[in-house]
T-cell receptor, first 113, second 114 residues
């Protein structure tokens, strides 16, 4: 079955520390990959996406993600976290020529001062 | 440039009633998708509309139906509401109907069924 797994439900990091949020997917072929962020009471904002090409993609707000085909992973990273990064982060995938975007359960990020 | 807008923001309904949620896509977009996000979960795909037709549907019962208008705006209708329908309903718009098109999300409509 096609699925998206975010193993970490909740992560707490100190402001200024580095961050890595994990995402694994299970699909028949390499899908299109996305990371979204959701602040409380808000919709989802796209951070970055991977369609093809360079496996390291840069996004907004200083985020980047690396696609690793061999591990079926698309982990999100940020070298230095800011207090404003506290939010819920969702990994999402969609197959080529398909409209059903599948989301992981999300990882809630708390930033300590 | 207005992004995706949704109305109403919040809604409280009683079990068995019917509800209609509305979405206006981002300017230039012609495709609208609807998602249900239960508390503590990721969004789940309900269906997508393009050219006023339902193009693809997720694993949701026929109680969930939709419509797209010539101006690309869309409605989500849910009949015979159940307590389990309480969720945040998100609308997303995009330009490409095919998979991979970047989707822009609205702020959502919070539906509470009592």
């Amino acid at each position: 079955a096609q699925s998206v797994t975010q193993p970490d439900i909740h992560i707490t990091v100190s402001e200024g520390a580095s961050l890595e949020l994990r995402c694994n997917y299970s699909y028949g072929a390499t899908p299109y990959l996305f990371w979204y962020v959701q602040s409380p009471g808000q919709g989802l904002q796209l951070l970055l996406k991977y369609f093809s090409g360079d496996t390291l993609v840069q996004g907004i707000k200083g985020f980047e993600a690396e696609f690793k085909r061999s591990q079926s992973s698309f982990n999100l990273r940020k070298p230095s976290v800011h207090w404003s990064d506290a939010a819920e982060y969702f990994c999402a995938v969609v197959r080529y020529n398909n409209n059903d975007m599948r989301f992981g359960a999300g990882t809630r990020l708390t930033v300590k001062p | 440039d207005a992004g995706v807008t949704q109305s109403p923001t919040h809604l409280i309904k009683t079990r068995g009633q019917q509800v209609t949620l509305r979405c206006s896509p981002k300017s230039g977009h012609d495709t609208v998708s609807w998602y249900q996000q239960a508390l503590g979960q990721g969004p789940q795909f309900i269906f997508q509309y393009y050219e006023e037709e339902e193009r693809q549907r997720g694993n949701f019962p026929d109680r969930f139906s939709g419509h797209q208008f010539p101006n690309y705006s869309s409605e989500l209708n849910v009949n015979a509401l159940l307590l389990g329908d309480s969720a945040l309903y998100l609308c997303a718009s995009s330009f490409f109907p095919q998979g991979g098109g970047e989707q822009y999300f609205g702020p959502g409509t919070r539906l509470t069924v009592t």
